[in-house]
């Protein structure tokens, strides 16, 4: 019987675990995706130094959970985020009119990374 509840319980403390990751995640890309969309507002307004600041924001936002991403996402999709937050700066310093597919390649990559954290039938088989 001893061995049925310290089996119970470390499935609890698991699941306790995944719930927390998918929360954790969840923030992490929401407060990022915030910061994007006000860069993406000021942008489309022309106001490139607000675009670039709400981007930098974003970035800090995301730099600041290093610990935490680099366990528990894949290191290639870091790599697609960090490569476009770099593009996108560049683009919007040049204000050049590409900086919209490059903002959507960015948004693609966290919403891949916050996707994969949620269980699915995709997630599990």
Excluded at 39 to 54: H, I, P, V
């Amino acid at each position: 019987m001893r061995r049925e509840l310290w089996a119970a319980g470390l499935l609890l403390l698991l699941i306790a675990g995944a719930i927390w990751n998918l929360r954790c995640a969840d923030r992490l890309t929401g407060r990022v995706s915030d910061s994007l969309d006000r860069a993406e507002q000021a942008a489309r307004q022309g106001d490139y130094d607000s675009a670039l600041e709400a981007l930098e924001a974003a970035r800090e936002q995301w730099d600041s959970r290093r610990a935490y991403t680099q366990v528990f996402f894949r290191h290639p999709d870091l790599d697609g985020i960090q490569d476009a937050f770099s593009a996108l700066e560049q683009l919007l310093r040049q204000e050049d009119d590409a900086w919209p597919a490059v903002l959507k390649l960015l948004r693609y990559h966290l919403e891949t990374v916050d996707e994969m954290e949620h269980v699915s039938l995709g997630t599990v088989f």
